[in-house]
Every structure is written in structure tokens, then in C-alpha cells.
């Protein structure tokens, strides 16, 4: 149905092939839990050294889980506590290099090492986090921040 030209190239270029890719999976669709599940297959299939990719959701002021590639998760995480409650409580993103230093830190997963959680805020309202994680200790860099910030601009729009 859709064929993506994402580089092997820069990690600049793969995310701004990521972006054009996501823009393209969302354009016109309105249900937010498609859009989410695409673009949670997408990352995964694309981000490398990746053991979760995907969502919470802001459900009743808490965080629920939602599409996502990888290992079965943990279902409620309150705002505030771990990685992903911490970035929805604080609306910046969180990049953890080590996740075992983390206060709180939730492991749904023991073969994650890094994570990197960023918020999906649309005017002003937190809508839930995009969760990623990593075997790799210190994984994410801050061109991963960036270009994860603006994949979530576009999804938030779009959810």
C-alpha cells in the first residue's frame, strides 16, 4: 500500500525521511489509534538497536497503554512516576541514558538500558508520551531527541 524510501544514510536523513513517511501514513485519517499504530511500526521498523516502540495515552489522568512493536507491556503508568509518567508530568522530553539511574524508573522490560520518552502535547494538553527503549546503554543522542520532537508534533496533531 505504501512504499518508503527511508535512507541508510545520515541520522539527519533518516529522520527527515521518517517525518515525510509519517505525514504520509497520517495525512487524512482521522482515528488517532491508526495513526499511533503506524507510526509505532514504522519507528520500529526503521530505528535501530530498538526492543519497544510506542504509546501511552492519556486516559483519566493517567497514562494507558497504546499501539506498540515489541514485548508485552506494563498497562497503567500514573503521571509522574518513571520515565514516561515523568515527561507527561513535566511535558519536555526525557532522554535516560541508563535506565537502572533512573529515580522510579518502571521496568516492563529488563533488557532495556536507555529510553527516550517524548510528549505528545496539543494545545496545551498532554495526550499521552511516545515511548521508546533500548538494550543499548545511552542509545539515544540528541539528534534522536529532535527528530523524535518532530515526529511527535506531527502525530499530536493528528491523534
Given at each position: 500500500m505504501?512504499?518508503?524510501?527511508?535512507?541508510?544514510g545520515s541520522k539527519a536523513e533518516l529522520y527527515h525521511d521518517l517525518h515525510a513517511a509519517l505525514d504520509a501514513l497520517t495525512a487524512g485519517e482521522a482515528d488517532g489509534i491508526a495513526n499511533m499504530a503506524n507510526a509505532a511500526a514504522?519507528?520500529?521498523?526503521?530505528?535501530?538497536?530498538?526492543?519497544?516502540?510506542?504509546?501511552?495515552?492519556?486516559?483519566?489522568?493517567?497514562?494507558?497503554?497504546?499501539p506498540f512493536q515489541g514485548k508485552a507491556a506494563c498497562i497503567r503508568i500514573p503521571v509522574?512516576?518513571?520515565?514516561?509518567?515523568?515527561?507527561?508530568?513535566?511535558?519536555?522530553?526525557?532522554?535516560?541514558?541508563d535506565v537502572h539511574a533512573f529515580p522510579g524508573h518502571i521496568a516492563c522490560d529488563a533488557d532495556s538500558r536507555s529510553e527516550l520518552?517524548?510528549?505528545?502535547?496539543?494545545?496545551?494538553?498532554?495526550?499521552?508520551v511516545l515511548d521508546l527503549d533500548s538494550p543499548v546503554p545511552a542509545r539515544f543522542d540528541a539528534e534522536d531527541v529532535a527528530g523524535c520532537e518532530a515526529l511527535a508534533a506531527v502525530l499530536a496533531a493528528r491523534i
Open positions: 505504501y512504499q518508503f524510501d527511508v535512507t541508510a514504522l519507528l520500529w521498523q526503521y530505528l535501530p538497536d530498538l526492543n519497544w516502540a510506542g504509546f501511552y495515552r492519556m486516559v483519566a489522568g493517567e497514562l494507558v497503554l497504546g509522574g512516576r518513571g520515565v514516561c509518567g515523568t515527561a507527561a508530568a513535566t511535558r519536555e522530553t526525557q532522554r535516560v541514558d520518552v517524548v510528549p505528545l502535547v496539543r494545545d496545551g494538553v498532554v495526550l499521552g
